[in-house]
């Protein structure tokens, strides 16, 4: 593997001195670049295209060649896992994600497999195997998955979901049949993590897009719990360095204190929560990444200038942030305003790493 040219993102995640703050974006590779938009209607589809491994190498490093990122991250898709597991995903057109078959009670939880990652997600390996030796070392590259709870809304749902009605009730009438579907699906989770970081991920996200839906006493037993069981099973060093993992929970900043205790080494931060007031609750136990709204890209250039200064301004000095939105970027959004983002992180935040 060619030797690592950019390795701001790794420092910032460990807390180590930095130059400038290092900058990504969540879904930096998307429907937002023309060039993205190509690659997919030729692919046939969103998951042709995530399950070829040289396509989604190209759309990984689409981002790169326009911005002056500090990250790549593997083009995939956080529901791999529950369609390795034979739920048969399939997309449709102005719906989103469906599974053709749901997990509601005990005999399907328990007839659920645990994938053979080798064989089922296979692509996935290959794929980050590839964008790693293309990208020779510029920048890191990201590994991620969802979360237990997140990937368990959908196989309960059967797709998004507005109410979570059915897992909800799941969770209040049958809490012991959750945690069995969430016990096998950290398990899997665990393994394709793992997978990654020996195809040669030297970082990992856990998105829990929905862990903010649940109810604040079931938080940590139903979300927080099953991803602290996947960080504690995680390859944490390979290649003589650290493997940093960040856990992002939209909507979470409510448990941030508790959530700060559960071994990741950042936690992503999300727009309803300012980055002073997240830095003074964890404290020095994680590194912090976000959390510009991503509508602020919507507005003019100038004005996402100032508003980058100004989540520059409420972390503060010193390293310990990674700057990025506070979820993913939207299609909508013009690629030059983006590139005016990472422009200003760039221009403005070494004043608050001088010595």
Known sequence: MAELQNDRFLRALMREPV?????????????????????????????DLCSNPELAC??????????????????????????????????????????????????????????????????????????????????PLIGFSGSPWTLA??????????????IKAMAYDAPEVLERLLAKTAQAVTAYLNAQVEAGA??????????????????????????????DGLIREREGRRIPVVFFTK?????????????????GIDWTLSLSEARRIAGDRVALQGNLDPSTLYAKPEVIREEVARTLEEYGFGSGHVFNLGH?????????????????????????HEQ
Request: aromatic fraction near 10%; charged fraction near 25%.
């Open 202 to 231: 030297q970082a990992l996200m856990i998105f829990d897009t929905w862990g903010g839906a649940l109810a604040h006493h079931l938080y940590p037993r139903f979300s927080l719990s099953f991803a602290e069981q996947i960080i």
């Open 58 to 139: 190209e759309v990984t490093l689409q981002p790169l060649r326009r911005f002056r990122l500090d990250a790549a991250i593997l083009f995939s898709d956080i529901l791999t896992v529950p369609d390795a597991m034979g739920l048969g995903l399939y997309f449709e057109a102005g719906e989103g994600p469906r599974f053709e078959r749901t997990v509601r009670d005990a005999a399907s939880v328990d007839a659920l497999p645990v994938p053979d990652i080798d064989s089922e997600l296979r692509y996935v390996t290959d794929a980050v195997s590839l964008i790693r030796r293309e990208l020779h070392g510029e920048v």
């Open 251 to 267: 909507g979470g900043g409510l448990w941030l204190d508790r959530i700060a205790d559960c071994g990741a080494d950042a936690l």
């Open 153 to 166: 809304t959908y196989m309960v749902e059967g797709g998004s979901s507005k109410d979570f009605r059915h």
């Open 19 to 47: 130059d400038r703050t290092p900058v990504w974006i969540m879904r930096q590779a998307g429907r937002y670049l023309p060039e993205y938009r190509e690659v997919r209607a030729r692919a046939g589809g969103f998951m």
């Open 328 to 352: 993913g970027v939207h299609p909508q959004i013009p690629p030059e305003h983006v590139a005016a983002m990472v422009d200003a992180v760039h221009d403005l935040s070494p004043a608050w």
